[in-house]
């Protein structure tokens, strides 16, 4: 079965950085892209970052470029958020998305606390 684990979040002051991770299983990942979305406490669940299935092709929301970097390895079936210059705004938990087979597949989801 498909399975997404995300890992890494965790609190941050302003201006630190985190790396999340989210290890795939039950599919070819090297095939497919993925995502990272993030959803605020009483905020629509938005898309924070993606990744072409090689890693050729990147792009990001408006809020997080410059200060965010998706990467994947393949050999590892990993894809990976570095997150720097972390702002209160940030805060949020991070969901990692993929759609083998057609079909969605979501992550629990890592939560980010950016705060003082």
């Known amino acids: 079965q498909v399975q997404l684990v995300e890992s890494g979040g965790g609190l941050v002051q302003p201006g630190g950085s985190l790396r999340l991770s989210c290890a795939a299983s039950?599919?070819?990942?090297?095939?497919?892209?993925m995502r990272w979305y993030r959803q605020a406490p009483s905020k629509e669940r938005e898309l924070v970052a993606y990744?072409?299935?090689?890693?050729?092709?990147?792009n990001y929301a408006d809020s997080v470029k410059g200060r965010f970097t998706i990467s994947r390895d393949n050999a590892k079936n990993t894809v990976y958020l570095q997150m720097n210059s972390l702002k209160p705004e940030d805060t949020a938990v991070y969901y990692c998305?993929?759609?083998?087979?057609?079909?969605?597949?979501w992550g629990q989801g890592t939560q980010v606390t950016v705060s003082s």
């Open positions: 998305y993929g759609r083998p087979f057609s079909t969605d597949y």
């Open positions: 039950g599919f070819t990942f090297s095939n497919y892209a």
């Open positions: 990744i072409s299935s090689t890693g050729g092709s990147t």
